[in-house]
């Protein structure tokens, strides 16, 4: 059997190659042999099947699973995304709110600046009406006082160029 399967025969391994080829060397097969032959091809061929099938279970299976380890990382890429903008928007109202309350705060502000400057303003034009005021009556005096001086002065004047009107 060297021409058909090498050292197969050797070690005393049967195939199916072996076998067709023990056929066709010895045409007369007995019936119990041809029975066996066809025992062992069909558990061989059945065992080819099992095989297949459940090489195709197992392929079938990592599919199934590399499908659902697909939709589970898309449905947690949504979840993702849908906090990532539930954050997003919550940090949006917050930068909103917080401008708001800056405009708020920015025009209380200028309303008491522009308030306190117009007491300062009306502070400063008091005073303003209140120095010249002082002055006009320091005026007012002095000039009373001059004309009070002038008429004393007349009648010491008067006095001196008529005496005779006192006595």
Known sequence: HAHCCGLACFFG????????????????????????????????????????????????????????????????????????????????????????????QLQISEAYKKDLLGQIQAHAEAKRAERTAYLEEGKKIRQQQLQEKAALEEVRWCNKQHPCHHA
């Open 13 to 104: 391994t049967t195939s199916s190659r072996h076998l067709a080829a023990e056929r066709t060397i010895n045409y007369a097969v007995s019936p119990e042999q041809e029975a066996k032959d066809r025992e062992w091809r069909g558990k061989e061929r059945a065992a080819a099947e099992r095989q297949a099938a459940m090489m195709a279970d197992l392929a079938s299976a990592r599919e199934a699973q590399m499908r659902s380890k697909l939709v589970a990382q898309s449905a947690m890429a949504e979840v993702e995304q849908a906090e990532f903008r539930r954050v997003l928007d919550v940090n949006q109202e917050k930068a909103a709110q917080e401008r708001s309350q800056a405009r708020a």
